[in-house]
């Protein structure tokens, strides 16, 4: 096990390069390398669905994103496993693996674009269900946002076109189920700090994943497991460069970076998939990408979203350190 600690010595060497920018610049450029590890994960995952059922290559994304957040996880101590609220844990790592399924499922289905612009619309399920759930106060600015996003949903997939298919309910379905896990996590952060959330819910989503992949498990070929290792060192090096990013700005205003990913995501998908956006993908994730920031930072104005929460809300879900991060 001698390249997990790469991986820190890696960040700290990236952090040193860019100690000598300003802070803003410095944050920003954390995200935008967050984004690009992100599509690259997305790409790999996709690689791997679409090579091995997707149950099981949900597994080995968790397994060997495991494997490469055991220096972060040593850190936090095993003290962080005392925890009074084990239900809610379940409950928040159930609903994030049912949403890592259906996004697998999406990737492997649709477009590459496509399904990124369509994990878009998680904030816009976050803020619906908060004010289904937690009795927040959504005001017709916000109401009207959504319904924006909703609109731009729409665009993306043109009802009654050829464009509608399997994949895009999958991704839907992971972008809702993602949202409901922000409502989880919002009610852990309570009372939990950040790194008992990471530290317990990695632990758990690991072994919880195996369950389903045992009943379509065959072995990867050999050639296979370069690609499931680099999908674990890709997202845990997007963990790392985003919390770096998050300790730099405030989330509100690091969100809007995020929708870089679609820009990296058509790159990634004209070289290696062949794939170009239509105009719909493009118009439609502009409407998401706008509703979305807007209801943030109203969120954030009416401190009604914690940092943590919004965070959660950002790139790959929806595996369980994405959101808040190996070391938040």
């Given at each position: 096990?001698g390249?997990?600690?790469?991986?820190?010595?890696?960040?700290?060497?990236?952090?040193?390069?860019?100690?000598?920018?300003?802070?803003?610049?410095?944050?920003?450029?954390?995200?935008?390398?967050?984004?690009?590890?992100?599509?690259?994960?997305?790409?790999?995952?996709?690689?791997?669905?679409?090579?091995?059922?997707?149950?099981?290559?949900?597994?080995?994304?968790?397994?060997?994103?495991?494997?490469?957040m055991l220096?972060?996880?040593?850190?936090?101590?095993?003290?962080?496993?005392?925890?009074?609220?084990?239900?809610?844990?379940?409950?928040r790592?159930?609903?994030?693996?049912?949403?890592m399924?259906?996004?697998?499922?999406?990737?492997?289905?649709?477009?590459?674009?496509?399904?990124?612009?369509?994990?878009?619309?998680?904030?816009?399920?976050?803020?619906?269900?908060?004010?289904?759930?937690?009795?927040?106060?959504?005001?017709?600015?916000?109401?009207s946002?959504?319904?924006?996003g909703?609109?731009?949903?729409?665009?993306?997939l043109?009802?009654?076109?050829?464009?509608?298919?399997?994949?895009?309910?999958?991704?839907?379905?992971?972008?809702?189920?993602?949202?409901?896990?922000?409502?989880?996590t919002?009610?852990?952060?309570?009372?939990?700090?950040?790194?008992?959330?990471?530290?317990?819910?990695?632990?758990?989503?690991?072994?919880?994943?195996?369950?389903?992949?045992?009943?379509?498990w065959?072995?990867?070929?050999?050639?296979?497991?370069?690609?499931?290792?680099?999908?674990?060192l890709?997202?845990?090096?997007?963990?790392?460069?985003?919390?770096?990013a998050?300790?730099?700005?405030?989330?509100?205003?690091?969100?809007?970076?995020?929708?870089?990913?679609?820009?990296?995501?058509?790159?990634?998908?004209?070289?290696?998939?062949?794939?170009?956006?239509?105009?719909?993908?493009?118009?439609?994730?502009?409407?998401?990408?706008?509703?979305?920031?807007?209801?943030?930072?109203?969120?954030?104005?009416?401190?009604?979203?914690?940092?943590?929460a919004?965070?959660?809300?950002?790139?790959?879900?929806?595996?369980?350190?994405?959101?808040?991060?190996?070391?938040?």
């Amino acid at each position: 096990m001698g390249l997990p600690p790469i991986l820190p010595a890696f960040a700290s060497q990236l952090a040193a390069a860019a100690g000598r920018l300003p802070q803003p610049v410095r944050a920003t450029l954390w995200m935008l390398l967050a984004c690009l590890l992100f599509a690259i994960l997305n790409a790999f995952i996709r690689e791997a669905s679409r090579a091995m059922h997707p149950l099981q290559a949900v597994f080995f994304r968790n397994l060997f994103g495991l494997l490469f957040m055991l220096p972060w996880i040593g850190k936090a101590g095993l003290e962080a496993l005392d925890a009074q609220r084990l239900k809610l844990y379940f409950g928040r790592t159930a609903v994030g693996l049912l949403s890592m399924f259906a996004w697998f499922w999406a990737l492997k289905l649709l477009p590459f674009a496509e399904a990124i612009a369509l994990s878009f619309a998680s904030p816009l399920f976050a803020t619906l269900l908060a004010a289904l759930f937690l009795g927040e106060q959504v005001r017709i600015r916000r109401w009207s946002a959504i319904l924006v996003g909703f609109a731009g949903v729409l665009v993306i997939l043109r009802p009654g076109a050829d464009a509608f298919s399997i994949g895009a309910v999958f991704a839907l379905a992971s972008a809702a189920l993602g949202a409901l896990g922000i409502i989880f996590t919002k009610q852990l952060a309570r009372r939990e700090s950040p790194t008992a959330v990471v530290t317990i819910m990695v632990l758990i989503m690991t072994p919880m994943s195996l369950i389903p992949a045992l009943f379509v498990w065959a072995w990867p070929a050999p050639s296979l497991w370069p690609l499931l290792l680099a999908m674990g060192l890709a997202g845990s090096l997007g963990h790392t460069t985003f919390v770096r990013a998050l300790r730099l700005a405030e989330a509100s205003s690091l969100m809007p970076y995020d929708y870089a990913r679609l820009i990296f995501a058509a790159a990634i998908g004209w070289i290696f998939f062949a794939e170009v956006p239509d105009n719909w993908t493009w118009v439609g994730s502009a409407i998401i990408a706008a509703a979305a920031v807007y209801i943030a930072r109203r969120e954030v104005k009416l401190k009604r979203l914690p940092t943590a929460a919004l965070a959660s809300s950002l790139p790959d879900e929806p595996t369980v350190g994405t959101k808040l991060g190996p070391s938040a």
